[in-house]
């Protein structure tokens, strides 16, 4: 037997207690029974006393040592203590009247006491064996005390003993699950609550899920209503890591999520649809296909609630162990999906709002970089270029003011690169090679450097966020060749292969420091190459592939699938 944590240790010393003064209180009321009524019990009165007064000390025992008996020793002390409470029982039945005891309460004593301290099935247990016991009390009344019973009564009272084992077990197995599904509840929205970023906070919720369920995958599904756009984030098990990614779906994605029917948590078995009737609070079949979400796995778990005209959340459980008991399980969950949900949706919306208000701030730099810094600077470029062109300039001079018009025209191009990092493009559908196209040409303008864009097909349609994303890439891609490869050349080619859209970004700079081809995972694993571009192809679902040849050039081939997956955490 585990040693009972903490929390639970506390719960069970105070239970114990409360055990031990009803024992004392029992005893008090059949000792004064037994003075007010001396002809009970007729036999064997002595013994009974001395019995009771035992007893009692016992009791008032157990109220001052329990609290210093060890946490490991604890559920093994239990099992005594109410081995000990059907003994004495059983010693003060057959001392008395055997199954016509006036003692019957300390059989019902030890009937709630198992209740109390387990379970359903340990009570059930309990009553067979005080059943089994008051049968060979009878017969041994009959062979060897030269006694009586009385059979009717004694097959009412063990009729009654089971009823009462029965209703008092489930009503206690019942009040534990229900206490253990608050305290789980309690615990994971504080968890919850406690945790920074809406990555962290699905991240918590998800673990706690794994832990209690055990499913192979937690998809959480949101579909903004005002734009329209659907996100996915799914969690698996990684080892003892519980691992977050996630997507941006495409509409016909987010309605085979949706299809499940709102407001109800809803399982399909591989054979049958059950679902949770919240209005009897019962588990029914339904007439439902088998969801379009559903791939193939042996079960499947969704609700979907509606958020206030704002967003619509959907949570799938795929292959979750529900045990032994099904329908208590799905209810629980049902409970689950109905506490957490609005604390999922405060979240989302406050890193919606985050998102949003953060890229206002960064917009507004943005123009204030522009209007400012980069105005002065190319007013302070051109003043330059004035004095260069005036007379009486030493050789010395001129030069000096060459290198400082340089050095402004860098920062000038390094101000407009930190420009775009801080306001990323927001590009409409069908609008990305427009943007590159756009982007290329000022690049080469402003670089010197000679840039090519060479296109296969005649538009990429992409979501405005993939296109974001693409564009942030290629950005990356071109300020790296300017600051760092030294070419005087770079193509550009964009084309689709396989459902992909394919860029490759070709120079004739001094390449990277290793000679060959090398994927995205052996540059991270090497901490080699373009990191930055590395993480935002990984981060979309995509491929990164290297060629370098020192001093000749590099080669990047980048593949990102059109619906692809990116951080929104």
């Known amino acids: 037997m585990k040693p009972p944590q903490p929390a639970e240790h506390l719960f069970l010393l105070r239970l114990e207690r409360l055990l031990a003064y009803a024992r004392v209180l029992m005893c008090v009321v059949s000792l004064l029974a037994i003075f007010f009524d001396p002809t009970e019990p007729i036999r064997f009165r002595t013994l009974v006393n001395v019995g009771l007064y035992g007893y009692f000390i016992y009791a008032a025992l157990l109220i001052i040592l329990l609290p210093r008996v060890p946490r490991s020793w604890f559920a093994r002390g239990q099992v005594v203590i109410h081995v000990t409470d059907i003994l004495i029982a059983i010693a003060l039945s057959l001392l008395s009247s055997g199954p016509n005891s006036p003692f019957v309460m300390y059989f019902g004593f030890s009937i709630t006491a198992a209740a109390f301290r387990w379970g359903f099935r340990e009570t059930i247990a309990t009553v067979l064996v005080l059943i089994a016991c008051l049968f060979s009390e009878a017969a041994i009344m009959v062979g060897f005390l030269n006694g009586y019973y009385d059979l009717n009564r004694l097959v009412i009272r063990s009729g009654q003993f089971l009823l009462t084992g029965y209703f008092i077990g489930f009503i206690s197995a019942e009040e534990k699950r229900m206490r253990a599904e608050f305290s789980w509840l309690v615990s994971t929205m504080a968890r919850m609550e406690s945790s920074t970023g809406f990555a962290s906070v ?246 010197g450097i000679t840039a090519r864009l060479i296109s296969e097909v005649e538009e990429i349609e992409v979501s405005p966020q993939i296109g974001g994303e693409i564009a942030r890439i290629l950005q990356e891609a071109l300020v790296n060749v300017r600051k760092h490869s030294g070419a005087e050349h770079v193509l550009i080619n964009i084309g689709i292969e396989n459902g992909y859209c394919k860029i490759v970004i070709d120079d004739n700079g001094r390449g990277f420091a290793f000679k060959g081809s090398r994927t995205g995972a052996e540059l991270a694993s090497t901490h080699s190459g373009p990191s930055v571009i590395e993480e935002r192809v990984r981060s979309l679902g995509g491929e990164l592939m290297v060629i370098s040849e020192p001093g000749r050039g590099a080669r990047l081939e980048i593949k990102v699938p059109h619906t692809a997956k990116a951080e929104h955490a």
Do not use: C
């Open 202 to 447: 699905v991240e918590s919720f998800a673990d706690e899920l794994f832990s209690l369920f055990h499913p192979v995958e937690i998809h959480l599904i949101f579909q903004e209503q005002t734009t329209a756009r659907s996100y996915r984030w799914t969690a698996f098990k990684h080892g003892s890591k519980t691992v977050l990614e996630s997507f941006e779906i495409d509409a016909f994605e987010a309605e085979q999520a949706f299809e499940i029917p709102p407001g109800k948590t809803w399982m399909w078995d591989g054979r049958e649809a059950i679902s949770v009737d919240t209005t009897v609070f019962n588990v029914q079949s339904v007439e439902q296909r088998r969801p379009g979400a559903a791939r193939g796995e042996k079960s499947f778990i969704g609700h979907v609630v509606q958020m206030a005209g704002t967003a619509k959340t959907a949570l799938l459980l795929v292959d979750a162990d529900l045990g032994r008991y099904r329908d208590n399980s799905l209810r629980f969950i049902d409970r689950i999906i109905r506490e957490i949900s609005p604390l999922l949706h405060n979240a989302y919306l406050l890193r919606t709002l985050e998102s949003r208000i953060g890229a206002i701030e960064r917009s507004r730099i943005a123009r204030e970089l522009h209007d400012g810094v980069i105005q002065s600077l190319i007013a302070t470029e051109m003043q330059l270029e004035v004095t260069l062109h005036s007379e009486g300039l030493s050789r010395k001079a001129t030069v000096d003011l060459l290198r400082i018009q340089q050095q402004l025209r860098t920062e000038v191009l390094n101000i407009r690169e930190l420009m775009q990092q801080l306001s990323p493009p927001e590009i409409e559908q069908k609008e990305l090679l427009d943007f590159i196209a756009r982007h290329v040409e000022r690049f080469r303008r402003e670089t």
